[in-house]
Every structure is written in structure tokens, then in C-alpha cells.
T-cell receptor, first 114, second 112 residues
Framework: DAGVIQSPRHEVTEMGQEVTLRCKPI?????LFWYRQTMMRGLELLIY????????DSGMPEDRFSAKMPNASFSTLKIQPSEPRDSAVYFC????????????FGPGTRLLVL | GEDVEQSLFLSVREGDSSVINCTYT??????LYWYKQEPGAGLQLLTY?????DMKQDQRLTVLLNKKDKHLSLRIADTQTGDSAIYFC????????????FGKGTHLIIQP
């Protein structure tokens, strides 16, 4: 398996623009997680899905952030409008209940909002 | 509350053992994990331990869990330059797939 795939790997945008981050989980995994990593706050869980249904979005910082999982092989994290403080590395991870629920991470998307 | 604490830096000589420590606060943690992050890369799962175990060994890696003191450690034997990275301790509860709480990470620095 190719592992968790994220795109784009790098994104530079201007404040106020919409940003869409994409994730393809490992095939067969039924959990998908979005994390954000910053120097100040470390790694934070934003939201996670089970069988395409959002289970816990309490980590989503504001209404500007939204996440969807239209099917088992694709998820998006959208920021609209983006702000400089959203600059971070955004990781997607997936897990399977049948394999001990261990989470496997994608390579991350480095977002810079100017 | 959920909180995972780690030292920010650890410096060891090449060939020595590295011991990275972590404390957590939630006694209901189910799984405890160690992830490795190399510069510019994502998180790589190194190993994990179920909360009813006290030790797990995997080649050069040894994980020790003291549930009474809520203390987790990762020992890397014969540390190599390729081990230079940030090591994250993480806990999950009540089930492994309910999201992870991470420590801030320990930067492992290898001296020649």
C-alpha cells in the first residue's frame, strides 16, 4: 500500500484565500484523522471520522475550518478565509479497527499563509 | 485532563543508549505510542504498548511502562546518526482510534 497520501505537500497562499487540503487514507482503514502541528502548540487533533462520519470535531479551531469525508478514500480540510496564524503543517492519519487502531500518518501539508 | 510531557532535548554519543522519557496524566489511556519525525517529514510509528503491558522490545527499541507512575520510556540501543529526529510520545483513550494526545516531542541529538 502507498500509505496515507496528502496533497498538496506545500501550499503558500495569501490571507483571505480559501485553502483546501486533501487526504487519501490507507485502503481498508475506517478511521481518518486531521492533525495540525505548530511550534507553539505541538500536534493537535482537529477532527476525526469513523466510516466517513465525523465523530469529534472539538479540536477544530474556528468556523473558518471545515472537514468532509465524502467517501472512504477521500477527505478534505478547508480553511476559508485563511489567516497567517493558520500557517502550520497539517497531517492526515488513518487507522483500522481490525489492526489495533494504530494510526498511520501521511507526509503532511506545509501551509504558509502570508 | 489530558497532558503528555516530554523533555525537549536529549543529547547522546553515537553508540550509546538513548532513553527518552514521557509522563502522561490520564490513567484510562489504552495505548501509548512512540512516533519518530525526521526533519521535513511526517510521523513514523515506531512502536506502541498496550496499557496492560509493562515492557515491549523490538530490535533496538525497548519500551517500558510504569502505569502506577504514568511514566513511559523509549530506549534506543546503540544509537546511530540515523536516529537523529524528534520523538513523540502519544496516548489514546478509551479506544486506540479516538484520537491521540501528543507530547511536544523530544529532539534527539547524536554527537559523533
Amino acid at each position: 500500500d502507498a500509505g496515507v497520501i496528502q496533497s498538496p505537500r506545500h501550499e503558500v497562499t495569501e490571507m483571505g484565500q480559501e485553502v483546501t487540503l486533501r487526504c487519501k487514507p490507507i485502503s481498508g482503514h475506517d478511521y481518518l484523522f486531521w492533525y495540525r502541528q505548530t511550534m507553539m502548540r505541538g500536534l493537535e487533533l482537529l477532527i476525526y471520522f469513523n466510516n466517513n462520519v465525523p465523530i469529534d470535531d472539538s479540536g477544530m479551531p474556528e468556523d473558518r475550518f471545515s472537514a468532509k469525508m465524502p467517501n472512504a478514500s477521500f477527505s478534505t480540510l478547508k480553511i476559508q478565509p485563511s489567516e497567517p496564524r493558520d500557517s502550520a503543517v497539517y497531517f492526515c492519519a488513518s487507522a483500522a479497527e481490525t489492526s489495533g487502531e494504530t494510526q498511520y500518518f501521511g507526509p503532511g501539508t506545509r501551509l504558509l499563509v502570508l | 485532563g489530558e497532558d503528555v510531557e516530554q523533555s525537549l532535548f536529549l543529547s547522546v554519543r553515537e553508540g550509546d543508549s538513548s532513553v527518552i522519557n514521557c509522563t502522561y496524566t490520564d490513567s484510562s489511556s489504552t495505548y501509548l505510542y512512540w512516533y519518530k519525525q525526521e526533519p521535513g517529514a511526517g510521523l513514523q510509528l515506531l512502536t506502541y504498548i498496550f496499557s496492560n503491558m509493562d515492557m515491549k522490545q523490538d530490535q533496538r527499541l525497548t519500551v517500558l511502562l510504569n502505569k502506577k507512575d504514568k511514566h513511559l520510556s523509549l530506549r534506543i540501543a546503540d544509537t546511530q546518526t540515523g536516529d537523529s529526529a524528534i520523538y513523540f510520545c502519544a496516548e489514546s483513550f478509551p479506544r486506540g482510534a479516538d484520537g491521540l494526545t501528543f507530547g511536544k516531542g523530544t529532539h534527539l541529538i547524536i554527537q559523533p
